[in-house]
């Protein structure tokens, strides 16, 4: 027979369930933010006081040096920078056509006057796209003298369709992608502009050109994939994807993302295997690979711990995120924390902003940032005794000393980055996508949404116009053509011919 809680269990258990609920309203309605919400209390010595003194005496004097340093370092660069609006205080152009338009007075002979100076006005127009159709004649020739042959010689000029059936031109059909994948814009609206413009397409016609020209991109795409895994710095994310392929309802899925970290980064590439979270995917993807890591803390990433020729890194922002969370209920511990890796910021920030070499990066890291980790690894061990494991703060405390090995590893060299933002940052597309398209109705669809996000992606990663360089790929990619003709047309390699 099972024993009744206690009154002292199921007050821990209620205090539990209440913090759940105020996470799950934060999550709903709250700020998100990583700032801390309450600083230290006025009675402690800031962020490096007596809870870790009795282990770390002989070094509290440097870190508070070196806290002090690289708190003056920021306020220099703070008080040097020019901040720049977010958005500019009037519009500006680049690269549009001018049409200059002369406007006299009007009951005055000009002949008899003198020009001294002028106004000039720029005013900004708008000239609606517009669809047009190529009918294309080919004649079939025959030779005069073999007019009364049985088998004459017939010469008609060969048709290079961009996808099967030729109804759709390389610029149309880029149009619809970059429509779709880059301004998230769904088919059946764009349909309602076609028609608008004078053009009614069936549904089932635009999607069968999506789809064909995910087919035609497929090979492109492997090709992508391989070049991403030749890095030496990947970072891995997963990202949920809806996929509605039974009747009335909808599953959860996942497409796995793999992004190149280095400086001079070749783009991204999502992969979806069935929607699958397993852990098989990332070990299969890696199986071969040699290089940095980088990942959040789940545990399907911890096999690379153990791989030959891999460095496991840590992602100190959902480390942030624990204790940003724990704050609620535990404010003055958790923003201890907050503090700290507030800091380990602040000075990657001061070596972004002074320009700073990779070597200079790394050599900075160990001097400032490992002495602080050091401290924060005590401390944790010290107030892990006054956190229950299931609450917010133990959960978070728990979640940081776990993973602290790898989080340490970023100081190894001044191309790895604190952490994994650059690629959650390259998943908002995917995420704002499926607010309007909701789902992708089969595994084929969401196979095709990797294609295109992953091309249309590792376009703007690198710096180059998506549908510009689309329109070209649709028009140029063939059947035979060959994988490395194939890799000069990836959005890397095709920047540095186009220069």
Not at 22 to 46: C, H, N, Q, T
Not at 368 to 378: F, G, H, L, R
Request: aromatic share 10%; net charge positive; glycine share 6%.
């Amino acid at each position: 027979m099972k024993k009744a809680p206690t009154y002292k269990e199921l007050k821990q258990e209620n205090a539990i369930l209440k913090e759940r609920i105020a996470y799950l309203e934060r999550m709903l309605f709250g700020a998100k933010s990583d700032k801390i919400v309450m600083p230290p209390s006025d009675d402690s010595s800031g962020l490096f006081d007596d809870w870790f003194k009795d282990a770390m005496d002989e070094k509290a004097e440097k870190i508070r040096k070196t806290k002090e340093a690289i708190e003056r370092e920021a306020q220099k660069y703070r008080s040097q920078s020019n901040k720049k609006a977010n958005r500019p205080s009037k519009y500006q152009y680049y690269g549009l056509e001018e049409r200059v338009k002369v406007v006299m007075p009007e009951g005055v002979d000009v002949t008899k006057c003198d020009i001294i100076g002028k106004d000039v006005k720029r005013v900004l127009h708008y000239e609606a796209a517009k669809l047009w159709v190529e009918v294309i004649e080919r004649p079939k020739l025959r030779l005069k003298e073999e007019k009364n042959a049985l088998n004459p010689k017939i010469f008609q000029a060969g048709s290079s369709p961009v996808i099967s059936g030729g109804h759709v031109a390389a610029d149309m059909l880029a149009q619809i992608v970059i429509n779709k994948y880059r301004y998230h814009l769904p088919e059946y609206r764009q349909i309602k502009q076609f028609a608008e413009m004078g053009a009614k397409l069936p549904a089932s016609t635009v999607n069968d050109w999506v789809h064909a020209a995910a087919a035609k991109l497929s090979p492109l795409y492997e090709v992508l994939r391989k070049d991403i895994r030749s890095s030496r710095y990947i970072q891995v994310d997963e990202v949920p994807w809806r996929i509605a392929d039974q009747k009335g309802k909808s599953r959860n899925g996942y497409a796995w993302q793999f992004f190149d970290g280095m400086p001079d980064s070749h783009g991204l590439y999502f992969l979806y295997l069935g929607g699958s979270r397993g852990g098989h995917i990332p070990r299969a993807e890696l199986s071969d690979y040699s290089g940095a890591v980088q990942v959040d803390g789940y545990a399907a990433y911890d096999y690379f711990e153990e791989q030959k020729d891999v460095t496991l890194l840590g992602c100190m922002a959902h480390v942030r995120r624990k204790f940003t969370d724990a704050q609620k209920n535990h404010p003055q511990m958790a923003a201890k924390a907050v503090g700290w890796i507030g800091l380990l910021y602040t000075l990657e920030k001061n070596l972004q902003a002074r320009n700073a070499t990779y070597e200079e990066i790394a050599s900075e890291r160990q001097a400032k940032a490992i002495p602080i980790m050091d401290a924060m690894e005590v401390w944790m061990e010290k107030v892990s005794t006054e956190c229950t494991p299931s609450d917010s703060m133990g959960k978070a405390l728990d979640y940081a000393y776990k993973l602290w090995p790898r989080l340490r590893r970023y100081t190894q060299d001044g191309r790895y980055h604190i952490d994994n933002n650059p690629v959650e940052r390259n998943q908002r597309p995917t995420v704002i996508g499926r607010k309007n398209y909701l789902f992708s109705k089969s595994d084929v669809g969401a196979i095709d949404n990797a294609i295109f996000y992953s091309l249309i992606e590792s376009c703007d990663i690198v710096g180059i116009d998506p549908l510009a360089w689309l329109k070209d790929v649709l028009d140029n990619l063939r059947d035979d053509t060959g994988q490395e003709e194939m890799k000069q047309m990836l959005p890397f390699y095709y920047k540095k011919t186009r220069k």
